[in-house]
Nanobody, 117 residues
Framework: QVQLVESGGGLVQSGGSLRLSCAASGNILRMNTMGWYRQAPGKQRELVASIETSGSTDYADSVLGRFTISRDNTKNTVTLQMDNLKPEDTAVYFC???????????WGQGTQVTVSS
């Protein structure tokens, strides 16, 4: 089992910045992917950004150039720096962890990000 604890989020004006952090603990194997998904009201959950143990990243087109994902493998943490936020970024953001061995998926509780226009 892997537990995820998220921090960050909140309310910010359009053009502002926020940082989300997620710490993983438990039975963590070396090869894994950490990332963030988001879900806006009435919409499906979507990938925002992910990062593998190697540092390889993937971003949704809508956040490319505005969001930056990073991780600390020694602490099993992932951070999402969100700049130039837009009202359409408003959603609940979920930390996501995938253990490659066995393809186990884990989710955080979610944290609200609200961007006012």
């Amino acid at each position: 089992q892997v537990q995820l604890v998220e921090s960050g989020g909140g309310l910010v004006q359009s053009g502002g910045s926020l940082r989300l952090s997620c710490a993983a603990s438990g039975n963590i194997l070396r090869m894994n992917t950490m990332g963030w998904y988001r879900q806006a009201p009435g919409k499906q959950r979507e990938l925002v950004a992910s990062i593998e143990t190697s540092g390889s990243t993937d971003y949704a087109d809508s956040v490319l150039g505005r969001f930056t994902i990073s991780r600390d493998n020694t602490k099993n943490t992932v951070t999402l720096q969100m700049d130039n936020l837009k009202p359409e970024d408003t959603a609940v953001y979920f930390c996501h962890f995938v253990q490659w061995y066995g393809d186990y998926h884990y989710w955080g509780q979610g944290t609200q990000v609200t961007v006012s226009s």
